[in-house]
């Protein structure tokens, strides 16, 4: 036992000893290199995991998981709907009328995706209602030439409930004097906000009847959209649907997923993810060189003291333990530091204050305009986890050569 704490106390003392010279600039590098390496860790993959969430829990439960759609208009959709109601693996269903449309309005014109719905069924396909920050689905009633926009439309076009938008799109019936645009007024009556650039600035909602008379389509509708209960299902499920949609129609129809908007992106988050953190764990390897640096160049500094301890008895296994001591103090202090800082980073990155500067900075470059974050606690085990085996496991070398020191032949030169 007392061997034991004899290894340690030298250990300590040899860390704190005040005449060392570069040997502490060495010391301080490499607590710094492994809180540096954790801090980093933390930070990155709680982004990363907080982009693949918000991804996964706000925008892709704004959009349908899939879409059964027609290569002309869908003439008897409630067919369709009454089969696909049936299947117990789509948990909502929401017919639809899509067109490319501009809004004018005092000048203004600002290009837009118009969908036609019916409030009553896409709410069981979107959550998109859970975000309005003013007014709600429910105005979209039939005949009532309402709008709901999103904030970044409304922002731009600068208007707001009340008041009354011109909606053009265009005409597929030509007439003697070539393809003229479709213009109707419409009143907003609702503005949302999901947080997606993408979904903000380009979707927009009237009623289906509405956008039906709009577009001469009489009670036909472009494509029904569907909801699964397993997100990461939905291509093998959109199949199984379209199977199923085909039976009650001679029309020729396609199916749609997100995997053909989202799908790569999602999956480069994953990766990114994986590989990023990979390359950051490069700065605790860095970490580790230093400590075995500072080790070396302390058995160096230290090898008459070395050479006495053994002298008076001390075994090569007791040289060993200070050294292995040394490391494991750097590394479990460095660890430490790192994580605290790590988590107050991650918990700044979260703050009103970066999130009003992220929307400014990256404002309609990607698909949030803010920072996720999502710390958890497994993934900041195995970085600590990783750090401490990394950096402790590179001590043994040195304490081998610690440990191989003769006194005889480092005495006859003192």
């Not at 390496?37 to 899939?66: C, D, Q, W, Y």
């Not at 027609?70 to 008897?76: F, L, R, V, Y």
């Not at 039939?142 to 799109?169: C, H, P, T, W, Y």
Request: hydrophobic share 50%.
């Amino acid at each position: 036992m007392m061997s034991k704490d004899l290894s340690f106390f030298i250990a300590i003392r040899f860390l704190r000893s005040r005449k060392q010279g570069f040997l502490s600039f060495v010391t301080a590098l490499a607590f710094s290199c492994v809180a540096l390496g954790v801090a980093v860790l933390i930070v990155v993959t709680s982004v990363m995991n907080g982009f693949e969430t918000e991804l996964r829990e706000r925008i892709l439960k704004t959009i349908p998981h899939a879409s059964i759609e027609g290569i002309q208009p869908i003439k008897d959709w409630r067919s369709i709907y009454s089969k696909l109601k049936k299947n117990e693996d789509i948990v909502g269903l929401a017919p639809f009328i899509e067109s490319q449309s501009l809004l004018s309005y005092k000048g203004e014109v600002f290009g837009t995706k118009i969908f036609g719905i019916l409030p009553e069924y896409e709410t069981s396909v979107s959550v998109v209602e859970d975000f309005m920050l003013q007014g709600s689905f429910d105005s979209l009633k039939e005949n009532s030439f309402n709008i709901i926009l999103g904030l970044s439309q409304s922002r731009k076009l600068n208007v707001g409930i009340g008041d009354e938008i011109a909606l053009m799109i265009p005409d597929a019936n030509a007439t003697f004097a070539g393809y003229f645009p479709k213009i109707k007024t419409f009143t907003v009556s609702g503005i949302f906000r999901v947080g997606s650039p993408e979904l903000d600035q380009t979707n927009s909602f009237i009623n289906l009847s509405d956008a039906a008379k709009l577009m001469s389509l009489d009670q036909k509708v472009h494509g029904i959209r569907l909801k699964f209960n397993d997100l990461f299902k939905a291509t093998s499920l959109s199949w199984i649907a379209l199977g199923e949609a085909e039976t009650q129609t001679d029309e020729l129809l396609i199916s749609k997923d997100w995997t053909n908007t989202y799908g790569s992106l999602f999956e480069a988050i994953m990766q990114e993810r994986v590989l990023v953190g990979l390359l950051l764990f490069l700065i605790i390897v860095v970490a580790a060189f230093n400590i075995i640096s500072m080790l070396v160049m302390m058995i160096n500094d230290k090898r008459s003291q070395l050479a006495i301890l053994k002298t008076i008895g001390m075994s090569n296994y007791e040289i060993q333990k200070i050294f292995v001591y040394l490391g494991s103090i750097i590394s479990i202090i460095g660890t430490f530091i790192g994580l605290i800082l790590g988590l107050l980073l991650t918990y700044f990155l979260s703050t009103d204050y970066m999130e009003a500067l992220m929307s400014f900075l990256m404002r309609d470059s990607y698909f949030i305009d803010y920072f996720p974050t999502d710390v958890r606690w497994f993934w900041v085990f195995m970085i600590l986890f990783a750090s401490l085996i990394t950096t402790i496991s590179v001590c043994l070398y040195p304490a081998r050569l610690a440990s191989k020191i003769y006194p005889s032949q480092v005495l006859r030169n003192e």
